[in-house]
């Protein structure tokens, strides 16, 4: 098997994994030589600092905090609103289940709301009164936004990097962003996770809950003032901090390579029409192609022929909420059912009919992730056997 052959069957985790280097690990060697792992324990700018400064300026946000994974980052955006146990958070019904979890392991309820034909939450059919909602943006895929939320939460889990039409980067746009550095992210340190936000009230009301409500100065114990609320621990870790600092300098030249990849693979398209690929808008993290087949058949068809010939290749009919058991059986680990026991006699989803349509578009939705790190003369050799491939389904 060629180096090309063993590396087309190993791209179901395509992206930032590809760029860490031992010889590229300044920030995590000066991290073990300083022999400190926890941020504070030191007066001068620890690594999660630094970190924390650099996604700030990349971003163009105004603070940003690291923690443990982006869960803690949803919760923590959920939490700073200050909300009432029961409150409704409208979230997308085509998302990973950790959006559902942040939202009910913080005392809130969460609504379901229907896609549009991008997969992305359709904001036609948000409330105009909703005073928290949830936005992924999937896939690198930037999300429409609903207007007039005062709580309008970014999940960019999967689309670090990508930009509105106007230019911002997602995140930005809203009340608070959230990102994930899990393995199989844009940029990765295994775990990890970071909350930007323009509010400066609510910076502060999350830097304190993530450090147990304290007051921290750098390089002492925690004090807490008179007015101090609990917190938790989400204080990520300066070796962790150190992975991602050293992801963030490989950022632009990720995108570059998706964006090379992507324009390599729209030339190679496979000659049918009942194999459609869907286009991505110029802001988009260009992570995968997206096609979108005539029937179930020919997609389970095509995941077949793929996998056959080692080229990586997903679906997401796991992202649909509504079918998960986390909401279809309200279970909870309280007695008392909470917070499923406050949750309010309104609807817990909107679609125009029942998710029919959206459980279509997941059933004939194929994805085929796109090799950043790959030369321009390998990626065209990927492109051509994944349209060979395609193209004798």
């Known amino acids: 098997m060629s180096s090309l052959d063993k590396r087309l069957g190993q791209r179901f985790l395509p992206y930032g994994a590809n760029y860490l280097d031992w010889s590229d690990m300044s920030e995590l060697r000066k991290v073990i030589e300083h022999q400190v792992l926890f941020r504070y324990q030191t007066e001068t700018e620890s690594m999660a600092s630094r970190l924390e400064r650099t996604v700030a300026e990349r971003l163009g946000a105004h603070h940003a905090l690291a923690v443990h994974n982006c869960t803690e980052a949803l919760r923590l955006a959920l939490i700073s609103t200050r909300p009432s146990i029961g409150d409704l958070v409208y979230i997308p019904a085509v998302t990973f289940v950790a959006v559902a979890g942040a939202v009910l392991s913080s005392g809130l309820i969460p609504v379901l709301v229907d896609a549009d034909d991008s997969l992305s939450m359709d904001p036609t059919l948000v409330p105009p009164d909703a005073q928290r909602v949830i936005v992924a943006h999937m896939e690198g895929t930037v999300a429409p936004l609903p207007a007039g939320v005062p709580y309008l939460v970014e999940d960019c889990a ?166 998960h058991p986390v909401l279809t059986g309200r279970r909870s680990l309280y007695r008392d059912g909470f917070p499923w026991n406050h949750a309010p006699d309104a609807p817990s989803a909107l679609s125009h009919d029942g998710f029919a349509r959206t459980r279509d578009l997941l059933d004939r939705t194929l994805c085929v992730p796109l090799s950043p790190e790959l030369p321009e003369e390998e990626q065209v050799v990927a492109a051509k056997a994944v349209r060979q491939v395609l193209e004798a389904v």
């Not at 997602?170 to 340190?189: C, D, E, I, P, Q």
């Not at 029409?273 to 095509?302: I, M, T, W, Y």
Request: proline share 4%.
């Open 158 to 323: 999967q689309s670090l990097g990508a930009r509105f039409p106007d230019g911002r980067q997602v995140g930005t746009a809203g009340y608070a962003g959230t990102f994930s550095f899990h393995h199989n992210k844009v940029l990765t340190s295994g775990e990890g996770g970071l909350l930007v936000t323009n509010d400066e009230s609510a910076w502060s009301t999350m830097r304190c809950y993530h450090d147990h409500g304290s007051a921290r100065v750098p390089g002492h114990y925690p004090t807490w003032n008179q007015d101090a609320h609990f917190g938790e621990n989400f204080v990520t870790s300066e070796q962790v901090a150190a992975v991602q600092c050293q992801q963030f300098r490989h950022l632009d030249e990720l995108l570059a390579g998706l964006e090379r990849m992507y324009a390599i693979a729209m030339g190679e398209l496979p000659d049918r029409p009942d194999l459609e690929v869907r286009p991505r808008a110029a802001g988009d993290v260009k992570v995968s192609l997206r096609f979108r087949c005539e029937s179930r058949q020919l997609r389970d068809a095509a995941v077949a022929a793929l996998t056959a010939a080692g080229i990586a290749n997903w679906t997401l009919g796991k992202y649909l909420l509504p079918d």
